[in-house]
């Protein structure tokens, strides 16, 4: 049970970075982000 929770949380913090990567990519490019 604990190795599937640590398995969620990695999860959750790859989606995370990937997200705050792609909001970074649009700032640069000029695109409006609203949050």
Excluded: F, G, P, R
């Amino acid at each position: 049970m604990a190795n599937q929770v640590q398995q969620h949380k990695q999860s959750i913090q790859c989606l995370v970075d990937v997200t705050e990567a792609m909001l970074h990519a649009m700032e640069k490019n000029k695109i409006e982000t609203e949050v």
